[in-house]
């Protein structure tokens, strides 16, 4: 199973983009997507995150200035990110969970989002 980002790319503080996740996967449904980020010499962190019932969780760093939705069907996540500041500078990586079983979980690669002007 492959998870493909796509969207991001360098953005002005201020500026607004949209992550997308796609799974290779249509089958059969995650449990859980989500969005994490690691900032160059950090560790990965944990954005957003929601599951097919639709509960959805944010770390209290993004929760006004991000949204996660997803399209259960189609195995796809979203992230908006609005009024993008330069500590949201990151690498992405979109996750999938529960797809097999309650234990598995498949990573993308990865998209870059340099905030700068």
């Known amino acids: 199973v492959q998870l493909v980002e796509s969207g991001g790319g360098l953005v002005e503080p201020g500026g607004s983009l949209r992550l997308s996740c796609v799974a290779s996967?249509?089958?059969?449904?995650?449990?859980?997507m989500g969005w994490y980020r690691q900032a160059p010499g950090k560790q990965r962190e944990l954005v957003a995150e929601t599951t097919s019932s639709g509960s959805i969780n944010y770390s209290d760093s993004v929760k006004w200035w991000f949204t996660i939705s997803r399209e259960n069907a189609e195995n796809t996540v979203y992230l908006q990110m609005n009024d993008l500041k330069p500590e949201a500078t990151a690498v992405y990586f979109c996750?999938?969970?529960?797809?097999?079983?309650?234990?598995?979980?498949?990573w993308g690669q990865g998209t870059q989002l340099p905030v700068s002007s």
């Open positions: 996967e249509s089958r059969f449904s995650f449990v859980g």
């Open positions: 996750i999938g969970a529960g797809l097999f079983s309650m234990g598995d979980a498949f």
